[in-house]
């Protein structure tokens, strides 16, 4: 093959982040109109394997960036395939997600680029037919695709240097892109949506590192360590609940739960003034609940919204400073979306 193309979707977090590092189940969707994409093609012999990223202005030599998160997910990719001495590829890669705003762009990144790695060198296996239905049948019916457990370890290990203690929930839902409800160390769970809901996703433009937020946790964590266990309890806890609901399909349930999430997250100090301000404007315009999703301190927040206060919220979000809005059917069969 002289070229290969792979992507991989964006996520948000519904329940449970921050929780979920220390043991706590959480749910995450998948959010497909918000993509990575990654490019190989074959190079004159002796160029090595040349990396760039057009979008943040990197041009990387795999044998030059031993700790570079793009190069380790190649690198990765190749040592799984079983390839020894370094191709001589051109490798671009591209996102349409945002970059540190919770919404798994990072994860996204290294997916699309193992992906198009064991696609390129046909490292690849037969669609599994069960558990992950969406892989199997979706965008690669009837053909052989790159073996998403090999993509979710590669995955997980470039997370782990994106930020050392990552729970494994951000490559999971986005190299399953399913719904997922994802407790670390059990097996991963595809999870019924008994009836479709309606989320906006409003990003706040204030970047943050998921990294540096997780440190934060973990030492506050070290220091309260009774109080911030509870905390998790009960972030826990609303997740079972939005779990019950959502497979019941009690949606009017679930804004007093995000409310009740955002509340707990605030006693964790991951909020931030921005994403308070736009949550009260997002639940004045008619949201039934809304929430920060991901690391916090700044990125998206997703607010519940029944389908006649769209158009009202989604317009209050975009007058009160939120940079970009995005519309998302939770449950819908293809995750489509629309953005302004
Ligand atoms: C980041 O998307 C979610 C966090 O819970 C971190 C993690 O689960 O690894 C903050």
């Not at 990654?38 to 040349?50: H, W």
């Not at 609303?238 to 999430?261: D, K, S, W, Y």
Request: glycine share 8%.
């Amino acid at each position: 093959m002289t070229r290969a193309t792979a992507t991989a979707p964006g996520k948000i977090i519904l329940f449970g982040e921050h929780a979920v590092v220390y043991g706590r189940a959480a749910i995450a969707v998948p959010v497909t109109n918000v993509q990575a994409t990654a490019t190989i093609e074959n190079a004159p012999a002796g160029t090595g394997c040349r990396l760039s990223a057009p979008d943040i202005g990197a041009r990387i030599r795999l044998s030059d960036a031993p700790i570079d998160p793009l190069a380790v997910a190649v690198r990765l990719a190749i040592e799984a395939a079983g390839i020894e001495a370094e191709p001589d590829w051109y490798v671009t890669v591209r996102s349409t997600i945002p970059i540190a705003g919770g919404m798994g762009s990072g994860a996204a990144v290294s997916a699309a680029l193992a992906r198009a790695v064991l696609s390129h060198i046909g490292h690849c296996v037969a669609a599994p037919s069960t558990a992950w239905p969406r892989v199997s049948s979706a965008r690669w019916r009837d053909q052989p695709i790159p073996d998403p457990e090999t993509v979710n370890r590669i995955v997980f290990a470039v997370e782990e240097l994106h930020h050392a203690t990552p729970s494994g929930i951000d490559n999971t839902v986005i190299v399953y892109e399913q719904p997922v409800w994802f407790a670390r160390g059990r097996p991963p769970q595809v999870f019924a949506i008994a009836c479709p809901f309606q989320l906006i996703i409003a990003d706040t433009g204030i970047a943050y590192s998921t990294r540096q937020v997780v440190a934060d946790v973990r030492r506050a964590w070290r220091e309260k360590t009774i109080r911030y266990e509870a905390i998790f309890d009960s972030i826990g806890a609303v997740a079972e609940a939005a779990r019950r609901a959502i497979g019941a399909g009690h949606v009017t349930a679930l804004g007093p739960l995000m409310q009740e999430n955002q509340r707990l997250l605030r006693q964790l100090d991951v909020s931030a003034e921005a994403l308070e301000r736009l949550i009260a404007i997002a639940e004045k315009a008619g949201a039934s609940g809304a929430k920060l999703s991901g690391g916090g301190r700044g990125g998206n927040l997703i607010a519940l919204v029944r389908p006649e206060r769209v158009d009202a919220v989604r317009e209050a979000l975009l007058a009160s400073g939120a940079v970009r809005v995005i519309v998302t059917e939770v449950g819908a069969s293809n995750y489509e979306l629309s953005n302004s």
